[in-house]
């Protein structure tokens, strides 16, 4: 997220917040590596600052304008999408038309806003072979990955039952065996 464009924007959406967050993010934060011998230091520009007890509004509200201008979007096309956002992640379910649909104006909204989508970190799950090939067509030309099976998302499992069944016979195969560490201690 650019920290330019979102600290404007929450002037207009929030201005009791503004000062804050400007006092906090108009220059870049100093940013301390430490583990070998020799220190490191990198500079922070943009996004938010991990640990800022603002952090979250001052993403949340530098948000706001892509994400109301979406959810615009899917009303007016009537598109049969649901999008869902929780901290930095977009996610979205629905026809794969209208995810692309989407995707594209997600894309073009976040250029224009200053957020950037690592399309290299986007799934498409897809319920069989049919909607597999078709999914890959319709979103031929991007970073994005597909699958059949599942995958975690904000600590959920998405996906077919067989990969719901196997997360959940991982994570308790784990922490069965953390318990059996813990009553050995």
Not at 15 to 33: D, E, H, K
Not at 46 to 60: C, K, V
Not at 82 to 101: E, H
Request: aromatic share 8%.
């Amino acid at each position: 997220m650019n920290r330019c464009v979102a600290l404007h924007n929450i002037q207009v959406i929030c201005p009791r917040v503004a000062q804050y967050l400007i006092n906090t993010y108009r220059n870049p934060s100093r940013l301390i590596i430490t583990g070998d011998e020799h220190n490191k230091e990198i500079m922070s520009k943009e996004g938010t600052t991990q640990g800022d007890n603002l952090g979250m509004i001052f993403y949340a509200l530098g948000m706001t304008p892509v994400v109301r201008s979406l959810s615009r979007i899917i009303e007016e096309r009537k598109l049969a999408v649901q999008q869902c956002w929780l901290a930095d992640d977009a996610s979205a379910v629905g026809k794969l038309v209208g995810l692309k649909a989407w995707w594209d104006c997600l894309i073009d909204l976040g250029m224009k806003h200053g957020y950037s989508i690592n399309q290299a970190k986007t799934w498409v799950i897809v319920k069989d072979e049919t909607l597999l090939t078709k999914a890959k067509e319709i979103f031929k030309g991007t970073d994005v990955k597909f699958t059949l099976h599942g995958k975690r998302h904000l600590g959920a499992c998405i996906g077919s039952n067989a990969f719901k069944d196997s997360d959940c016979e991982e994570k308790v195969s784990t922490w069965c065996s953390e318990v059996e560490r813990l009553c050995e201690i």
